[in-house]
């Protein structure tokens, strides 16, 4: 079985990293093909190397771009590399433009899509994520669901026949990280105590972005907590911030450049809470059991919301009381999976090429 994982932004190469490792043992052969949709070394390279994913094998150099021109450029660039390969699965991830990018040159040439991290949904079609999980869900031939409220979604949608369930890849990598951090001290901007309590955040949302009456709004809000707040300070923040004039280094902010995985995964463990606009943080905050307050009017890891331990202020009234608000009851549930489900994923593959 040949397998195509077409990945280009940070969450992705987060994912892709499980998914490598269990294809590395697994006698498949595994084409990585990078977009370039992220191609900062920070948002980019360094996944690579902090988290042991094999170089990618294709590297498209698309860049930055709107929505149209970016996954313009990545459907034009990707025909040739498919016509190279021809694989058994075209395997995407999550909900960028690289994802629909790439389901749809696979289906414009007939090759099987598969898509991980299938069901999300948000309901708010003001969100590009959206639309393009949407859209990539009903082009692939087989959904890989992260957890059963994913599933209760495809269903709906009258996508049930395609859908598997098999955990949250993100969960591999993440207790792997956890781990192998326990022992070390966060690697925090100067001025914030690692072994006091402090606050992580993390903003780039275009909602939050691009209106600048709203952007303004979050960072005096964050800028007014009680306790120190690391701000990783992600390249879309802070050109809007200096596009504006505004200044991040105020108050309880501490702006600093994005950490590497293993670091930024480290920070959070430390932090005595986790303010953010990320799909992705929320649910790693959950894992690690850190209260999040989550800047956003709904969140697709509604299971973090139900379990207590993520709140959702989107009009940025009692954020201060959010942040400071009780540790939740401590659960053993565990609905993003147990770590395996990388292994689930090739196993899926092979089983559906088999038939």
Not at 94 to 118: I, M, Q, R
Not at 151 to 180: I, N, S
Not at 331 to 341: H, L, N, Q, V, W
């Amino acid at each position: 079985m040949k397998v195509l994982s077409v990945v280009g932004a940070r969450p992705q190469f987060v994912k892709l990293a499980p998914v490598a490792r269990a294809f590395a043992g697994s006698g498949h052969d595994h084409v990585i093909v990078h977009t370039g949709q992220h191609y900062d070394a920070v948002m980019s390279d360094v996944f690579f190397a902090d988290l042991q994913i094999p170089s990618p094998d294709v590297h498209l150099g698309v860049g930055s771009g709107s929505h149209g021109v970016q996954t313009g450029a990545i459907l034009s660039a990707m025909d040739a590399v498919l016509d190279e390969h021809r694989p058994d699965w075209v395997l995407v991830y999550g909900d960028t433009n690289s994802t629909l990018a790439g389901a749809l040159a696979a289906v414009k040439l007939h090759l099987p899509v598969a898509h991980l991290e299938a069901g999300l949904r948000s309901f708010n079609r003001r969100m590009p994520e959206e639309h393009n999980r949407v859209l990539t869900d009903h082009a692939a031939d087989l959904l890989l669901a992260p957890t059963r409220v994913a599933v209760d979604h495809l269903a709906a949608e009258g996508l049930a026949e395609r859908t598997v369930l098999v955990g949250d890849v993100m969960t591999d990598v993440l207790l792997t990280v956890r781990d192998g951090m326990a022992d070390r001290v966060p690697q925090l901007p100067e001025g914030v105590d690692p072994a006091g309590a402090y606050l992580l955040a993390t903003i780039h949302r275009a909602e939050n972005t691009d209106d600048p009456d709203r952007l303004r709004a979050i960072v005096e809000t964050l800028a007014g907590l009680p306790h120190p707040v690391v701000l990783l300070a992600h390249p879309r923040l802070a050109a809007r911030a200096a596009a504006l004039g505004l200044e991040l280094r105020a108050g309880s902010l501490h702006p600093t450049a994005p950490l590497p995985y293993p670091e930024m995964v480290r920070a959070v463990m430390g932090s005595a809470g986790v303010v953010t606009d990320s799909g992705g943080l929320q649910k790693e905050a959950f894992l690690l059991r850190v209260p999040c307050t989550t800047l956003r009017t709904e969140t697709e890891w509604v299971e973090t919301v139900d379990l207590g331990w993520n709140v959702l202020r989107a009009d940025l009234t009692g954020v201060a009381e959010a942040v400071t608000r009780p540790r939740p009851a401590d659960t053993d549930a565990a609905p993003y999976g147990t770590g395996d489900a990388a292994e689930r994923v090739v196993a899926t593959l092979a089983e559906r090429t088999q038939s």
